[in-house]
């Protein structure tokens, strides 16, 4: 069974700009799946959508056997620790009047019931919390102390993944997490991003505008265009001569 289902869901905003039209997807435990289109074909909606930041009317969404509804809040705390997001946006994450070690802890002081794998949250310190969070980024943890100010993009980002891994979230969306970062930069997330999800085996939603960002980590993809899927396939079929036009266009743009 699926972990995610997506089920013809519509978005429109006022002035009749319709974001999402009709999606439908599904996405396996375990699996990496991309979204990918250009910018304003519907993407940060869908994931706004997703991690309950955008209610929506049309459509259904079903996590792990359970309907979501936007409006039951009691019953999205579960599904809010296990849909996790990472935005393009590092410093809309991080409070930057918090030294690190405080930012990195905030969604396990949130949700004080959970308790992750990686460290005996009974026996540790705080720090020693932050730190093993850190490291599983590669941090180094003499970062704890500092600032977001005091970083840079490509270590901002990496504490906004480790704040979202602290939940041991089953599904970890990220909406364009390498876009504002160079690109050697933009490698090492990836990289970073592929390791961890080999490491817990949790799900991952990667979206970005950037068909190579996609290909290098996800084993599916969804191509959107003005918010119709026009386009899914599996990563080998990636040259397939029956690939959707737009899809062939983002390639011959991303000069592989
Ligand atoms: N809050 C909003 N109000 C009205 N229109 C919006 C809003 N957010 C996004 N849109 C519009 O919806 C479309 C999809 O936007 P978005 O989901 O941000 O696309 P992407 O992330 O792919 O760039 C665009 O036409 C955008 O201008
Ligand atoms: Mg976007």
Known sequence: ??????????????????????????VNKGECVGIVGESGSGKSTL????????????????????????KKKESLREYRRQVQMV???????????????????????NFKEVQPLFINREEASRKELAMS??????????????????????QKQRVSIARALSLEPGLLICDEPTASLDVTVQKQILQLLKELQEKTEMTILFISHDIRAVTF???????????????????????????HEYTKALIKAASF
């Open 1 to 26: 069974m699926s972990q995610l289902i997506v089920e013809n869901l519509s978005i429109h905003y006022s002035k009749g700009v319709k974001a999402l039209d009709n999606v439908s997807l599904a």
């Open 47 to 70: 994931a706004k959508v997703l991690v309950g930041l955008q209610p929506y009317k049309v459509g259904h969404i079903t996590f792990e056997g359970s309907q979501i509804v936007p």
């Open 87 to 109: 935005f393009q946006d590092a410093n809309s994450t991080l409070n930057p009047k918090l030294p690190i070690w405080r930012s990195v802890l905030e969604p396990l002081d």
């Open 133 to 154: 969070l850190l490291e599983m980024v590669g941090l180094e943890t003499h970062l704890l102390e500092r600032f977001p100010g005091e970083l840079s993009g490509g």
């Open 217 to 243: 980590l996800c084993n599916h993809l969804i191509v959107l265009k003005d918010g119709l899927v026009v386009d899914r396939f599996r990563l080998e079929d990636l040259y397939l001569s029956n690939r």
